[in-house]
Structures are given as structure tokens and as C-alpha cells.
């Protein structure tokens, strides 16, 4: 009966998972970098956002390769797999934390501890899609555990076999032993690939690896442990990820992404961090109790591990315990990040993997009148988790402390309905070969109007000059750089989407755009371009020719130190570009 009890819950969680996931599918403003990068590759501009300049402007290497192809071909829309990849990266991880159960704590007790866990938390399935890596992420951690965490290298030699023996049901089963480590060592590579702080997860990995390896070699001999076929192409796995890094090298020029340096450029910001992390906190108490479990169990391991004698070592805490606290940790360190609870989210799977065993063995080892505490904590944390307390309810905008919940902010409903809108633009864009800066809430209007220049000014995401300019403002992450518009004018940037944060409009400099939003600025007038942009119905914008024209006569009824900061201001704005060198000349001459 508790079987079936357990089958039905386990079954109707995940629907509910999947289907929760599914209905609040969104679309965060970072997504379309990625997009954009996907695009220009299947385009033949290479990965670059902008043809030309290569700047690793997105941290999601993998996750960017897997949307290449959908921009190859029109039959399945990008944004649609974008879902779909983060909605089976949610399924997956429910699966393999059942697989987890089922492997390592086998007990009778009716609730899935950590799979409740993981599909009531509300942002993991807010974040299963987002167009971000972060399910992805997490489902790779946990794979990787899972395939890394029971095996013996003591029959660890399938190699040499006869490929005909592998496909009896017994060979079959040995086979699966056997390579587990090389499914564990290739996920944790791969992790690597989808985000830099895979590094993380993949040298403790490696530690892991080697600690068992030294393990196994004191009661097998050294030689029958590492002079093996095997051993060889297991370290050539590991080894891999060092075959990626030196084609960014050689591709980008920098071993680290451009991003590194727009959001933090390593540098401490503890006090946003801790805000960051309380504010998780705050919203889910449910996961108090389980930091509280996670670390008890924690040093409880560490006291048999290194003070009580031991036949064996179980070395899983690198991975379960050692790995998460390092990664929270040095998110911690360096403020968190702009959206709400997204670098905490990929380690809670391996987190609950490893309170829900170490309960189950409490339980197990408790006398019968005991247990009543291991089975109040496996009841009551995942209903705490559920009954979340939301922060963001009743604000106007879910923004508390510049941490957002975005997923509030970009509602699919209005992300679908300005792709409407702005779609018929596209043609217009690309013709008149527009040069535009937009702030990160813009993205969207560079995927889907495509122009030939886009540089992002709040952080420089996708320009390393910018990139590496200090923050005006620390506490929202990844934003705050000063907008520099005389960079911006070197680049030839004619049009700023955007007006905030800007000195005051001049009387011809505004852009207007109809109800669609806030006038955009324009920084460099070029009559082609203008000409080519207002087309577009809901478009208007001073003609600057004739501004210039009807202008003249007040120009000479200047003060001469007030008609030389005019032209000057003229130059800057449209006589530079050299094409209108008859009434620049005029404008000179009346100096």
C-alpha cells in the first residue's frame, strides 16, 4: 500500500511540476542576448552579437549551441525551444531525484522528501524556463552526482570487452556500472560549458575522483587501478573542458566572458550578497530547517569521517555538501544577482538529495518512538516550502532591495504581444543600417529588429569597454555603469532606446515612438537612416536639416561664445558624420 501511495504522489507531483512550469513559461530580458548570439551564428557572423566584434557577451556557452539550430529553420520558433529545453531539464531533474532515492535511500516512508521539495519550491518551476540555463544547470549538477557517486574502480575495465558481449542482459547491467563515471566526468564537463562556475562543481568532482581512485588503489594496487585503458579516457574527459577554454582564448581573446567583468569583475559586495541571500531566506523560511539539517549532518560526517575509525571513506559530502556551500558562497561574496533566488536555484537539488538521505538513515537507525522527529521534518518542510511567504505581493513593482522577480516584470502574455508590435519594424531596421544602445530591458528589441549595431550601456554585457567601467549604482547587479556618450558617439551610435538616466532633451533630439514607449534619444543624426526608420507609422522625429534651415537666422543673433558651443554641439550631433558638408560649412563661417 505505501508503494502505491508513493507511486500516485510522486506521480501527480511531477505533473504538477511540469504542468505549473508550462503555464508560467516566461521569457527573461537576458534570454534574447543568447538568442541573438544563436542567431548570427546560424546567420554565418559567427557567435558574436555583433558581426565583427567577438565579445563573449552571454555565460551560457552550451545552452546558446543547443538554440543554434532552431534558427537554422522556421518550423519550431526559438523562444518555443528555449521552454522546452527547461521544462525537460526540470523533468529530468525530477526523475534522477527519484532515481536518487531509490539508489540511496531506500525506505518505506511514503513521501519523496526531495523531490517535494525541489517541484513546491515556486522557483524552480518559475525558473524551469525564463530562456535561462538555470534549470539546465541544476539538472547537470545532479546527473553528474548521481553518475559520479557509486562506483568501484576496481571493475572499472569495460573496455577491453567484446562489443558482442554487451548486449546480453547481464553485460548490459555491468556495462551501465561500469561507465557511470564516464556519464558523471562527461556531465561535469559539460558543466563547465553551460557556465563558468561549472569549474567549480568539476575540480571537486575531480577531487572526488581521485580520493576514490587513491581509495580503491590501497586495496587493489596502484597498478591495477591507474594502468588502465579506462583511467586514460576517463582523464582525457576530465581533461576536455581545457580544449573549450582554449578556443575562447583563441576565438574571444579572454579566458573569462565579458560578463565577468560587467556584473562584478570578481569584486567583494558581501552586503548585497547577504541581502540577497536573507531575502531567499525570507520568502522560502521552509529552507531554514533544511540548512539547519545540512549542515548538523554536515559536521556529524566529518566527525566519523576524520575521528572515528572507518574501513572506508565516504567521500559524497565533497559533492553534496563541499560544493554547495562554495557556490553559494562566492555568490554570496559578490552580491547575488539582480533577479531573485536564480544562483541558488542549480544547487538545491544535490542539497535536498543530501538532507533527505541523511534523514532517511536517522530514521532508519532511530528507535521506533524516535522517529516521530525524522518523519515530522519529512512532513512538515516540503508544506513549509510550498506556503511560501512572497515578498513582492502587493507591490507595485516586484523590486525590493534592486533584487526583481522578474518573471512579474516579463509576462509572456506581453513579451508575445510587443513581438507582434514590432515585428513589421524589423525590415526597416535592417535597411537602414541603424547603430542603437539599449539597457537590458531592450533586449528583446534587439533580437527581433536585428539591427547592425546594438551596444548595452547598463552593465556593457556585450561591450568590454563598458564592461569595465566602474558601477555608479551597487545595489541591483549587473546594473548601474554610467552611460558614456562620448563613447557611444565614437562608436556611431545613432539611437539611444531609451531616455532614462539622460541629461535633458534638446528641442530636436527626442525620438518619439507613439504609445509603444518613452521617447527614445536620438545621439547621431544621419538623414539615411532617419529617412529609412520613419517609415515606420508610429515613428516621429525632428527633420535636422531643416531645423539647421530654419535655425540660421537665430544662429547669427548669438553670443559668439554661445554660437561656438552651438556649433560644437551640432558637430557632435550630425555634422561629423560628413554628410551634409554645405551647411556645416556655413555654420563654420557664421562662427
Same mark, same amino acid.
Given at each position: 500500500? +505505501?508503494?502505491?501511495?508513493?507511486?500516485?504522489?510522486?506521480?501527480?507531483?511531477?505533473?504538477?511540476?511540469?504542468?505549473?512550469?508550462?503555464?508560467?513559461?516566461?521569457?527573461?530580458?537576458?534570454?534574447?542576448?543568447? &538568442?541573438?548570439?544563436?542567431?548570427?551564428?546560424?546567420?554565418?557572423?559567427?557567435?558574436?552579437?555583433?558581426?565583427?566584434?567577438?565579445?563573449?557577451?552571454?555565460?551560457?556557452?552550451?545552452?546558446?549551441?543547443? %538554440?543554434? *539550430?532552431?534558427?537554422?529553420?522556421?518550423?519550431?520558433?526559438?523562444?518555443?525551444?528555449?521552454?522546452?529545453?527547461?521544462?525537460?531539464?526540470?523533468?529530468?531533474?525530477?526523475?534522477?531525484?527519484?532515481?536518487?532515492? !531509490?539508489?540511496?535511500?531506500?525506505?518505506?516512508?511514503? #513521501?519523496?522528501?526531495?523531490?517535494?521539495?525541489?517541484?513546491?519550491?515556486?522557483?524552480?518551476?518559475?525558473?524551469?524556463?525564463?530562456?535561462?540555463?538555470?534549470?539546465?544547470?541544476?539538472?547537470? $549538477?545532479?546527473?553528474?552526482?548521481?553518475?559520479?557517486?557509486?562506483? !568501484?574502480?576496481?571493475?572499472?575495465?569495460?573496455?577491453?570487452?567484446?562489443?558482442?558481449?554487451? $548486449?546480453?542482459?547481464?553485460?548490459?547491467?555491468?556495462?551501465?556500472?561500469?561507465?557511470?563515471?564516464?556519464?558523471?566526468?562527461?556531465?561535469?564537463? %559539460?558543466?563547465?560549458?553551460?557556465?563558468?562556475?561549472?569549474?567549480?562543481?568539476?575540480?571537486?568532482?575531480?577531487?572526488?575522483?581521485?580520493?576514490?581512485?587513491?581509495?580503491?588503489?590501497?586495496?587493489?594496487?596502484?597498478?591495477?587501478?591507474?594502468?588502465?585503458?579506462?583511467?586514460?579516457?576517463?582523464?582525457?574527459?576530465? &581533461?576536455?573542458?581545457?580544449?573549450?577554454?582554449?578556443? !575562447?582564448?583563441?576565438? /574571444?581573446?579572454?579566458?573569462?566572458?565579458?560578463?565577468?567583468?560587467?556584473?562584478?569583475?570578481?569584486?567583494?559586495?558581501?552586503?548585497?550578497?547577504?541581502?540577497?541571500?536573507?531575502?531567499?531566506?525570507?520568502?522560502?523560511?521552509?529552507? @531554514?530547517?533544511?540548512?539547519?539539517?545540512?549542515?548538523?549532518?554536515?559536521?556529524?560526517?566529518?566527525?566519523?569521517?576524520?575521528?572515528?575509525?572507518?574501513?572506508?571513506?565516504?567521500?559524497?559530502? @565533497?559533492?553534496?555538501?563541499?560544493?554547495?556551500?562554495?557556490?553559494?558562497? /562566492?555568490?554570496?561574496?559578490?552580491?547575488?544577482?539582480?533577479?531573485?533566488?536564480?544562483?541558488?536555484?542549480?544547487? &538545491?537539488?544535490?542539497?535536498?538529495?543530501?538532507?533527505?538521505?541523511?534523514?532517511?538513515? %536517522? =530514521?532508519?537507525?532511530? #528507535?521506533?518512538?524516535?522517529?516521530?522527529?525524522?518523519?515530522?521534518?519529512?512532513?512538515?518542510?516540503?508544506?513549509?516550502?510550498?506556503?511560501?511567504?512572497? @515578498?513582492? +505581493?502587493?507591490?507595485?513593482?516586484?523590486?525590493?532591495?534592486?533584487?526583481?522577480?522578474?518573471?512579474?516584470?516579463?509576462? =509572456?502574455?506581453?513579451?508575445?504581444?510587443? =513581438? +507582434?508590435?514590432?515585428?513589421?519594424? +524589423?525590415?526597416?531596421?535592417?535597411?537602414?543600417?541603424?547603430?542603437?544602445?539599449?539597457?537590458?530591458?531592450?533586449?528583446?528589441?534587439?533580437?527581433?529588429?536585428?539591427?547592425?549595431?546594438?551596444?548595452?550601456?547598463?552593465?556593457?554585457?556585450?561591450?568590454?569597454?563598458?564592461?569595465?567601467?566602474?558601477?555608479?549604482?551597487?545595489?541591483?547587479?549587473?546594473?548601474?555603469?554610467?552611460?558614456? %556618450?562620448?563613447?557611444?558617439?565614437?562608436?556611431?551610435?545613432?539611437?539611444?532606446?531609451?531616455?532614462?538616466?539622460?541629461?535633458? *532633451?534638446?528641442?530636436?533630439?527626442?525620438?518619439?515612438?507613439?504609445?509603444?514607449?518613452?521617447?527614445?534619444?536620438?545621439?547621431?543624426?544621419?538623414?539615411?537612416?532617419?529617412?529609412? &526608420?520613419?517609415?515606420?507609422?508610429?515613428?516621429?522625429? #525632428?527633420?535636422?536639416?531643416?531645423?539647421?534651415?530654419?535655425?540660421?537666422?537665430?544662429?547669427?543673433?548669438?553670443?559668439?561664445?554661445? =554660437?561656438?558651443?552651438?556649433?560644437?554641439?551640432?558637430?557632435?550631433?550630425?555634422?561629423?558624420?560628413?554628410?551634409?558638408?554645405?551647411?556645416?560649412?556655413?555654420?563654420?563661417?557664421?562662427?
Amino acid at each position: 500500500m +505505501k508503494r502505491i501511495v508513493y507511486f500516485a504522489f510522486t506521480l501527480l507531483l511531477i505533473l504538477f511540476g511540469v504542468i505549473s512550469a508550462y503555464r508560467m513559461r516566461w521569457m527573461a530580458d537576458d534570454a534574447f542576448i543568447s &538568442l541573438r548570439y544563436a542567431k548570427n551564428f546560424a546567420d554565418g557572423k559567427g557567435l558574436v552579437f555583433n558581426e565583427g566584434e567577438f565579445v563573449e557577451g552571454y555565460t551560457n556557452f552550451l545552452w546558446t549551441a543547443l %538554440l543554434i *539550430p532552431f534558427h537554422l529553420f522556421d518550423r519550431i520558433d526559438p523562444v518555443d525551444a528555449n521552454y522546452f529545453f527547461g521544462i525537460l531539464s526540470f523533468l529530468g531533474t525530477c526523475i534522477y531525484l527519484i532515481l536518487f532515492r !531509490k539508489k540511496f535511500a531506500k525506505t518505506e516512508f511514503p #513521501v519523496p522528501f526531495a523531490l517535494s521539495c525541489f517541484v513546491l519550491l515556486h522557483h524552480n518551476r518559475v525558473f524551469a524556463t525564463g530562456g535561462l540555463e538555470t534549470s539546465l544547470h541544476g539538472f547537470i $549538477f545532479l546527473t553528474a552526482s548521481y553518475h559520479l557517486i557509486d562506483f !568501484k574502480a576496481a571493475d572499472f575495465d569495460p573496455v577491453k570487452r567484446k562489443f558482442s558481449d554487451w $548486449f546480453s542482459t547481464d553485460r548490459s547491467a555491468n556495462f551501465r556500472e561500469h561507465y557511470k563515471p564516464f556519464a558523471g566526468v562527461f556531465l561535469s564537463s %559539460l558543466s563547465c560549458l553551460n557556465r563558468p562556475d561549472g569549474i567549480l562543481f568539476h575540480i571537486l568532482a575531480g577531487i572526488y575522483l581521485t580520493l576514490k581512485f587513491f581509495q580503491e588503489a590501497k586495496s587493489c594496487g596502484a597498478r591495477s587501478t591507474f594502468f588502465k585503458t579506462s583511467f586514460g579516457i576517463l582523464c582525457a574527459i576530465y &581533461l576536455s573542458p581545457a580544449l573549450f577554454y582554449i578556443w !575562447k582564448l583563441e576565438y /574571444y581573446g579572454n579566458l573569462l566572458p565579458n560578463t565577468f567583468y560587467a556584473k562584478s569583475g570578481g569584486s567583494s559586495n558581501l552586503f548585497q550578497g547577504l541581502i540577497y541571500l536573507f531575502s531567499f531566506l525570507k520568502m522560502y523560511y521552509g529552507m @531554514i530547517p533544511i540548512v539547519g539539517c545540512f549542515f548538523f549532518f554536515f559536521f556529524q560526517t566529518i566527525r566519523k569521517q576524520f575521528f572515528e575509525a572507518q574501513q572506508e571513506k565516504d567521500f559524497r559530502w @565533497i559533492l553534496f555538501v563541499l560544493f554547495p556551500i562554495f557556490y553559494a558562497g /562566492y555568490y554570496t561574496w559578490i552580491g547575488g544577482d539582480f533577479m531573485f533566488s536564480r544562483f541558488y536555484l542549480p544547487i &538545491l537539488p544535490v542539497v535536498f538529495v543530501w538532507v533527505e538521505q541523511e534523514i532517511l538513515s %536517522l =530514521r532508519k537507525k532511530s #528507535v521506533p518512538k524516535r522517529t516521530w522527529v525524522a518523519d515530522a521534518l519529512l512532513y512538515s518542510i516540503p508544506i513549509l516550502i510550498l506556503l511560501r511567504w512572497d @515578498i513582492y +505581493k502587493g507591490l507595485p513593482f516586484p523590486i525590493v532591495s534592486g533584487i526583481a522577480d522578474e518573471n512579474q516584470i516579463y509576462k =509572456r502574455e506581453s513579451v508575445e504581444g510587443i =513581438r +507582434k508590435r514590432i515585428l513589421p519594424w +524589423k525590415e526597416h531596421f535592417e535597411k537602414s543600417k541603424v547603430r542603437v544602445a539599449f539597457q537590458g530591458s531592450e533586449c528583446i528589441l534587439i533580437y527581433y529588429l536585428n539591427p547592425i549595431l546594438a551596444i548595452e550601456t547598463e552593465a556593457g554585457l556585450t561591450d568590454p569597454v563598458i564592461a569595465r567601467m566602474e558601477f555608479k549604482n551597487r545595489e541591483r547587479i549587473g546594473h548601474g555603469k554610467p552611460t558614456q %556618450l562620448q563613447y557611444l558617439r565614437e562608436r556611431n551610435v545613432h539611437l539611444l532606446l531609451y531616455s532614462s538616466g539622460l541629461p535633458g *532633451p534638446k528641442e530636436y533630439d527626442e525620438f518619439l515612438t507613439g504609445d509603444f514607449s518613452t521617447p527614445w534619444r536620438i545621439l547621431t543624426y544621419s538623414p539615411s537612416v532617419m529617412k529609412e &526608420l520613419l517609415k515606420i507609422s508610429a515613428f516621429r522625429a #525632428v527633420d535636422f536639416e531643416s531645423y539647421l534651415d530654419a535655425y540660421k537666422y537665430k544662429y547669427k543673433k548669438l553670443d559668439p561664445t554661445f =554660437r561656438k558651443e552651438k556649433f560644437l554641439e551640432f558637430e557632435s550631433y550630425y555634422f561629423r558624420n560628413g554628410e551634409d558638408e554645405i551647411r556645416r560649412e556655413w555654420y563654420r563661417k557664421n562662427l
